[in-house]
């Protein structure tokens, strides 16, 4: 697990292409992270910047609390998610309470309070000012995502007495639930200044290209993921999820989805995705999960046991293709007994198939030699390369797209699956099945499409899906779907797996899902008493050593909107 460098990096949200023009940095290494940091030498002031210039660094910072940045060696909010739900492997330690520690939320809490948050609320007043509305509204719908991230992954959080400067310099904590009710609303507001008329364009859009239709079908795409996040705690959710659907305006199309495109560019500055440099300049530092490729490579109780999930080849890349473990010193497991709470059927060590090399979650090893062996990111979404049964090593930067991957933040397709859970689990009256059919065919249709950026000679037409593998697949899942006898617990098992199966390289959603649901079925820690799951990550250091009013809390600590037991997930 990466570990984060605890250096306040202002500026790097402006080290991605074209936000540099016009732009003097003086300074980006002040070592601060205090929540009311307003008067930073070494940032952007109002009277020194412009409007725009905050725009872009807010929609910067937005993604770097994301998906990390290539300035910092840190986890970004995706892939502290990945690795709780299996997606990476959890490698930091053996159980949940000693994988994670204070000091390695530092990033993410810098990437929010002493980055974006600021420049959030130092625009605003200014935004008013100048009738700039849709500057407005992007820096609202800005916050509302951050400040919803940040309530998932740590219940309670500094909000309503945050940001004050030196009127209050240790923020006490806003109820996670009254939070969201400000998001909410500020959601609310931030359409109603798209729909207004602004005195000036925003001169860089980096996701909607100044588009504030699309804006729109953000804002309101994330009042309904919290509805559905919030279904446990609110009866009426269900008729808010339907009064979103029935105005139709939120992401129904790839069109419309809300990701942030990379570059190849790789020094002054390294623009490429974030995984990438770990993935294929020096790493690869992380592990593929197991459980994660299984469920790719052998999907469970298809009537037709050979039929491969199309968007394999895309997400990870296997550096040997016939290689089955046999040298302990590369793989330690193979001369371990398998684990006896680990049922037959369940994945172990390399029972995933030949060639896919990943590891089991809680697996603190260490780092054998195996890094020409160890399965990578593919071209889907870091920009890796696609996997063409070449089993050549590509530990090097001129891979596959080189680096020009995207963050993957909403998607058309997370949305139908979405609903699709809406559709059992509230009164939202949708057609589950028909959501689970849209969901599956807009995630392939997007990770081939995503592929097609590479050169034709890096993916073999006859290692390309077809229309009628796509279709095979998929009508595989709904025949599994519609067996006879099936509850809507069953059904919803079947739309959560699919769901994580397009969630590769979203943790944000996997790991909301996870607690929301306790699906889908996922392997168990190596160790047998692993103690608690992770309901709440803890506290960051800089919040709780630099503000009296907060205190760490355990890992056991539930988010308000998850009342499910404390046995519920592992």
């Known amino acids: 697990m990466k570990k984060y460098n605890i250096t306040n990096t202002i500026f790097k949200y402006f080290t991605i292409p074209l936000v540099l023009i016009g732009l003097v940095i003086v300074n980006n290494s002040c070592e601060t992270t205090e929540l009311d940091l307003l008067d930073n030498p070494s940032r952007l002031q109002p009277d020194q910047a412009s409007e725009d210039l905050f725009v872009s660094a807010i929609q910067l910072g937005l993604t770097a609390f994301f998906d990390s940045d290539n300035t910092d060696n840190f986890n970004g909010a995706n892939e502290l998610g990945m690795q709780v739900t299996r997606m990476t492997a959890m490698t930091g330690g053996t159980s949940y309470q000693n994988a994670y520690t204070p000091a390695d939320l530092n990033g993410m809490y810098a990437d929010a309070y002493t980055g ?113 996040q919030t279904r446990l705690v609110d009866a009426n959710a269900g008729n808010k999820i339907t009064a979103i659907v029935t105005e ?8 419309d989805d809300f990701q942030f495109n990379y570059s190849t560019t790789d020094v002054n500055p390294d623009s490429r995705h974030p995984l990438f440099g770990i993935s294929f300049d020096n ?12 469920a790719l490579v052998n999907q469970k109780n298809l009537a037709d046991a050979n039929i491969n999930d199309p968007r394999r080849r895309y997400y990870i890349y296997r550096q040997e293709t016939d290689y089955t473990a046999a040298d302990e010193q590369k793989k330690p497991c193979i001369s371990e007994d398998r684990p006896a709470h680990y049922s037959t059927e369940e994945t172990y060590c390399n029972s995933v198939g030949s060639g896919y090399w990943g590891r089991d979650h809680g697996d603190d090893d260490g780092l054998p030699p195996d890094d020409a062996l160890r399965t990578l990111f593919g071209v ?154 992770i309901r709440t990550f803890p506290y960051p250091d800089a919040l709780v050593n630099r503000n009296s009013s907060v205190d760490s809390k355990p890992i056991s600590t539930q988010v308000f909107w998850d009342t499910n037991p404390a046995n519920f997930i592992d």
């Open 116 to 228: 974006v948050m600021i420049d959030i609320r130092t625009l605003i007043p200014l935004a008013e000012e100048k009738g700039l509305y849709t500057h407005l509204g992007i820096a609202q719908v800005s916050e509302a995502y951050i400040m919803m991230t940040l309530v998932d992954y740590f219940g309670d959080f500094p909000y309503e007495e945050a940001f004050l400067g030196s009127e209050n310099t240790n923020p006490g904590l806003t109820p996670g639930k009254d939070i969201y009710t400000a998001i909410e609303q500020l959601l609310i507001d931030a359409i109603v200044n798209f729909n207004k008329e602004e005195s000036a364009d925003v001169a860089n859009d980096f996701f909607y290209g100044g588009d504030e239709s699309k804006w729109i079908k953000l804002a309101n795409t994330l009042r309904l993921k919290s509805y559905l």
């Open 248 to 255: 139709g305006n939120y992401i129904q199309s790839s069109a």
């Open 283 to 294: 790493g690869p530092l992380d592990y593929v999960g197991n459980w994660y490729m299984n």
């Open 380 to 533: 889907y979404p870091v920009g890796g390369p696609f996997d063409n049964d070449s089993g050549a090593n590509v530990r090097n930067r001129n891979v596959g797209l080189r680096g020009a991957g995207s963050s993957m933040i909403m998607l058309s397709s997370y949305v139908q699956f979405m609903l699709a859970e809406a559709a059992l689990t509230t009164s939202y009256s949708g057609d589950a099945r028909a959501h689970l059919d849209a969901g599956i065919a807009q995630s392939i249709t997007k990770v081939l499409a995503f592929g097609q950026q590479l050169p034709a000679d890096e993916i073999p037409s006859s290692l390309v899906p077809s229309a009628s593998d796509i279709t095979t697949y998929k009508d595989a899942i709904l025949e599994k779907y519609d067996a006879p006898g099936l509850d809507d617990d069953a059904k919803l098992d079947i739309i959560i797996e699919q769901y994580f199966l397009a969630l590769w390289q979203n943790g944000v959603e996997a790991y909301n899902t996870y607690r929301r649901t306790g699906k889908p079925d996922l392997q168990p820690t190596l160790l047998a008493t692993p103690g608690v799951y």
